[in-house]
């Protein structure tokens, strides 16, 4: 057993003192931002006008042509005061000027109908042009402190905001400085600018060669400035990682979808000298009135055939129907296509193993010093790591197997009665092949340990085991399994055409199982897979997941064999067990703690889902899902917040609501008059309104508050780090208030993951000497010598079993001898998961709330009791504790439905 772990962060060293670097600094003028504004909005002639100028294009062009420049920042098109860009060098106004006046070309309307507007248009675009030569900004010399920070009132590094941008640019130049030596290979490195940090991207491009197959693959490094709640110093998380590139002739992608690619390109500028250290970043979108891909607005591959009449760049269909070609150059140009899994199946797998990580961590390391030193190894802060579980080591004894099913299915029957009440629950099974059929069946018995047989007509099947009764019927899906189909109409949106043809199916779905019954339901469906759904808009599943809860079902998919890997029987076990997680028959196992906390305790989750305009109905939405589990409750110990009923409804129900409320389009969020809330302070309000509700509503007993501050902060920004005060809770418009204020037995774990910005860092177990190779390890870590009111964790998970048996000594950017077809094994990167106790009984909580004499808790006690909800009987370890994991999964019942437009006749939903 590991006991340390190290992660990939490193700290300013205070050692070293600062980081002073000189940079020459230019604005955006105001008299060019307010000509180009004044262009721009041109362009929304009956839409909300833009707050700020779209400069992201045209620093992209900047940092891709302009030697010199390191970074620009960020807001630079709104104001004149934040500087434009950051440079070592000045760059000469004749190259600048091109470059601005292609970006300006871009910002009026591309065609106008009336010709008095498009003659003012141009006469608009010729001021702009003329601007550029009639005002040249001046440069000025700024010193920055890469290593600048002052402290939150809640004892958090607030680092300089400039740093966000500046400081990985420099760190990732200072990476690529030096080749990374492996295995006798030098890899060279380039940088991406990216919203948030940098990528650096080995290039070119390693290949791996199987048989008639070539693949190519790239080591990736991300650099990120993060902070951490409660802790002085901020971090810089480093990633490690595989960039896999397209190789199919052509790249196949699902209609509607695009893809991103890099570009490696010479200085458009003759004379320009000096090695090529950036890669960037263009969209391939799908233009619908096209019918074809084209270069998004922001990319910058449109631009540069402008400024460089000599080469030749690729076009979106070039490039997709030869993408190896590109990659490896064509006269001095050359573009990369990033794999995605919607591509389908590629030769090399993704990740990379611990020591792989290990080796590139410890290269990264001596490019950061001296300024930045890695943050402290983590211990751990726990002894038990997993609460009590049903058995599952390995034997060969037949009786002891035997008696661990019968176990194993008595505990899954008592957690099915208590989420059933004693109500008969009906499972309706919809198949399209017979081998799934009987698979579902055969997996449904084995789960509940009930006996084979069939007692009903037409292949029925009823099982009665004490009070709790099941009634399961098997049918075919038939038609309700189609492709969607969408017909043009005039005056109706994509979401509204789409809406319609969602509504449709849905109520032909509910008529097939017919009224709602008093019992519960589950429907199980076998579906096709995603590909047979190639048209846009055409896959079923919505559809079918809003009728069968308006007949009162809860559903649960499962693709067809031909469609799907892995066999019927683990699939089936799979579904049955997603099924069971619906109807509420999951509560969390008994936890194994260093002392006793409460016997009593109950958990609040709090997640909120947002359904972006490009989700599966292609219609907006928002909820807020609240959930409460009482472990020790005999009956619905799992419920969700009904926030119309004001009243706390089994977990099967608050999913139907959902779907319900998804139909009627009460999706976004309202306000206390019902109006809906269109400002973000408005929505704020509302959501910290609910949320103070919420933890009146629990206030009865002793809770542990859940919640995920990615997830939550943007509507709750007292979340945010900058915003925590320990045992405080601090809401919009107030001052942080004590915990006890809100409950005198209320507790609060903020969990935050990577959330695509690697705000955790990645992390390894350093083997005990040099010849035992880093591995993983589960726990609940803290820093060395963090002292007993330390607040902060790490909560780390064993690798599941999906993960397979990959050596952790397992080489794939460099393959060695030993393993040379290393690059096709799909390496497991397990995800940290920071726990941070914003509140607990503390002695100053306690004093605080004149309880003097009670025992104060030990925060990492109540971080082991979050730790150990990520571990249940019927479930790999969980990525969150399960309340979390069960509120997040709700959102799979948010599918708000655009309405039909105001002159359609309206359609039932049944």
């Known amino acids: 057993m590991y006991q340390l772990i190290s992660t990939t962060a490193y700290e300013p060293d205070p050692e070293a003192g600062p980081w002073i670097e000189q940079y020459r600094v230019i604005g955006f003028p105001e008299e060019w931002r307010s000509e180009f504004m004044d262009l721009y909005r041109r362009r929304w002639r009956r839409r909300e006008q833009p707050v700020g100028l779209p400069v992201r294009k045209l620093n992209d062009l900047l940092r891709a042509t302009a030697p010199g420049l390191v970074a620009t920042g960020r807001g630079a098109g709104g104001s004149a005061e934040v500087p434009w860009f950051y440079a070592t060098d000045e760059m000469p106004a004749e190259l600048v000027a091109p470059l601005l006046a292609s970006w300006v070309m871009t910002l009026p309307p591309g065609t106008d109908s009336d010709p008095e507007r498009a003659a003012d248009h141009r006469a608009a675009l010729g001021r702009a042009l003329a601007l550029i030569d009639g005002h040249t900004p001046q440069w000025r010399s700024e010193s920055v402190d890469l290593t600048a920070t002052e402290l939150t009132p809640g004892d958090t590094a607030r680092p300089d905001p400039r740093l966000y941008p500046l400081l990985p640019e420099r760190i990732g130049a200072r990476i690529a400085a030096v080749p990374l030596h492996l295995n006798g290979v030098n890899l060279s490195f ?450 969700g917040w009904d926030d119309i009923r004001k009243e706390w409804v089994p977990y099967t129900r608050l999913l139907l609501t959902l779907a319900a409320d998804s139909i009627a389009a009460k999706a976004p969020v309202r306000t206390r008059s019902g109006r809906i809330a269109s400002t973000t302070d408005e929505r704020h309000d509302e959501i910290e309104r609910r949320i103070r509700s919420l933890l009146y509503q629990v206030r009865d007993r002793p809770t542990l508050l859940l919640a995920n501050s990615g997830n939550l902060r943007q509507v709750w920004p007292g979340l945010k780090n900058g915003q925590l005060v320990k045992d405080s809770i601090t809401f919009s418009r107030d001052s942080p208030a004590r915990v006890t204020l809100h409950g005198a037995d209320l507790r609060i774990v903020l969990t935050r993951d990577a959330n695509s910005r690697d705000e955790t860092p990645q992390w390894y177990a350093p083997g005990e000497t040099d010849q035992d190779p880093p591995g993983f390890s589960a726990g609940l870590w803290a820093a060395k010598d963090s002292g007993p009111d330390n607040r902060v964790f790490i909560s780390t998970v064993g690798k599941p079993p999906t993960a397979g048996t990959v050596r952790r000594d397992l080489r794939k950017l460099v393959p060695d001898n030993d393993w040379p077809h290393g690059p096709a094994a799909t390496a497991w990167n397990p995800q940290a998961l920071e726990l941070t106790v914003l509140g607990c009984l503390s002695r100053t909580a306690l004093i605080d709330a004149g309880q003097s004499e009670a025992s104060p808790d030990r925060p990492a006690v109540i971080a082991a009791v979050a730790h150990q909800l990520r571990f249940h009987d019927e479930y790999h370890p969980l990525s969150r504790p399960l309340p979390l994991h069960l509120a997040k999964l709700a959102e799979e019942y948010v599918l708000p439905l655009a309405p039909a437009p105001a002159s359609a006749p309206e359609q039932s939903s049944q």
């Open 190 to 639: 380039r940088m991406v600018t990216r919203d948030q940090g940098v990528e650096l991207v080995s290039w070119p491009p390693q290949s791996y060669t199987r048989g008639m197959h070539t693949w190519y693959y790239s080591g990736l490094i991300t650099v990120t400035v993060q902070t951490v709640p409660f802790t002085p110093r901020f971090r810089v998380h480093l990633s490690y990682g595989i960039r896999r590139w397209a190789t199919g002739s052509p790249v196949w992608l699902p209609e509607g979808r695009g893809a991103t690619a890099l570009l490696d390109a010479p200085s458009p500028w003759p004379g320009a000298a000096g090695p090529r250290r950036r890669l960037t970043a263009n969209s391939l979108v799908y233009d619908n009135r096209l019918g074809m891909l084209v270069w998004n607005r922001q990319s910058l591959i449109d631009l540069l055939p402008e400024l460089d009449l000599l080469r030749a760049y690729p076009k979106p269909s070039e490039l997709i129907a030869e993408p190896v070609d590109w990659l490896e150059g064509r006269d001095g140009v050359a573009a990369g296509v990033l794999h995605s899994t919607a591509m389908g199946w590629h030769g090399v797998g993704a990740g990379i193993m611990p020591l792989e990580r290990s080796l590139l961590d410890r290269w990264v390391e001596k490019a950061l010093g001296p300024f930045f030193r890695r943050a402290p190894d983590l211990e751990r802060a726990h002894r038990k790591s997993k609460p009590i579980l049903l058995p599952t080591s390995q034997t060969k004894d037949e009786e002891k197997l035997k008696a661990r099913s019968r176990q194993r299915a008595h505990a899954r029957r008592d957690a099915l009665s208590a989420a059933l009440d004693g109500v008969p629950l009906r499972v309706d099974v919809f198949w399209q092949t017979e081998e799934t059929r009987d698979g579902v069946i055969a997996a449904l018995r084995k789960w509940l340990g009930f006996p084979a047989g069939s007692t009903g007509a037409n292949g029925d099947h009823e099982w009665q085991e004490g009070n709790l009764s099941v009634l399961l019927r098997t049918r075919p899906l038939l038609a309700l399994g189609a492709p969607l189909e969408t017909a043009i109409k005039p005056g109706w949106s994509r979401s509204q055409l789409l809406a319609e043809a969602l509504r449709e199916r849905a109520a032909q779905a509910a008529a097939r199982l017919g009224p709602p019954a008093d019992s519960v339901g589950l429907a199980i469906v076998e579906i096709l897979g995603p590909d047979r759904f190639p048209a846009l808009d055409s896959d079923p599943k919505s559809a079918l997941r809003l009728g069968f809860a308006a007949a009162g079902r809860v559903s649960q998919f499962m693709v067809v064999p031909e469609d799907s890997e892995g066999a019927v029987e683990v699939r089936a076990r799979s579904v049955v067990a997603d099924g069971m997680r619906q109807l509420g028959a999951v509560v969390p196992p008994e936890q194994q703690l260093d002392e006793e906390l409460t016997g009593d305790l109950q958990y609040l989750a709090l997640w909120y889902v947002r359904r972006q305009a490009t989700g599966p109905t292609r219609k907006a939405g928002m909820h807020l899902v609240a959930l409460r589990i009482r472990p020790r409750d005999s009956v619905h110990p799992v419920r």
